[in-house]
């Protein structure tokens, strides 16, 4: 059992930053990749990114590339996700995720584990 934390959410004007941070319940980082989702009102969840479990591979979607950037760091346990030049469209709960495998992957349905995601708004 993996049990996931996310901070750093709040709000924002438009073109501004935040980072977002997962510290996990126990040690992932040769166990799991790590993925980045967010779920606005009246819309699906979707994926923003993922990086495997030792950071060697990256996957973006298309919408936040060029300005989010995920990372990790191993021994604290915590995966990281930085976010510039936001826009309104960026507002949503972000969750971050484990999927029990090495390779980064952008499928809702290999994540095992999920934190309870942390609020990012951003005003126009």
């Known amino acids: 059992q993996v049990q996931l934390v996310e901070s750093g959410g709040g709000l924002v004007q438009a073109g501004g930053s935040l980072r977002l941070s997962c510290a996990a319940s126990k040690r992932t980082s040769s166990s799991y990749a790590m993925g980045w989702f967010r779920h606005a009102p009246g819309k699906e969840r979707e994926f923003v990114a993922a990086?495997?479990?030792?950071?060697?591979?990256?996957y973006y979607a298309d919408s936040v590339k060029g300005r989010f950037t995920i990372s990790r760091d191993n021994a604290k346990n915590t995966v990281y996700m930085q976010m510039n030049s936001l826009k309104p469209e960026d507002t949503a709960v972000y969750s971050c995720?484990?999927?029990?495998?090495?390779?980064?992957?952008?499928?809702?349905?290999?994540?095992?584990?999920w934190g309870q995601g942390t609020q990012v708004t951003v005003s126009s």
């Open positions: 990086i495997s479990w030792n950071g060697g591979s990256k």
């Open positions: 995720a484990a999927h029990p495998g090495t390779i980064a992957t952008m499928a809702t349905g290999q994540y095992d584990y």
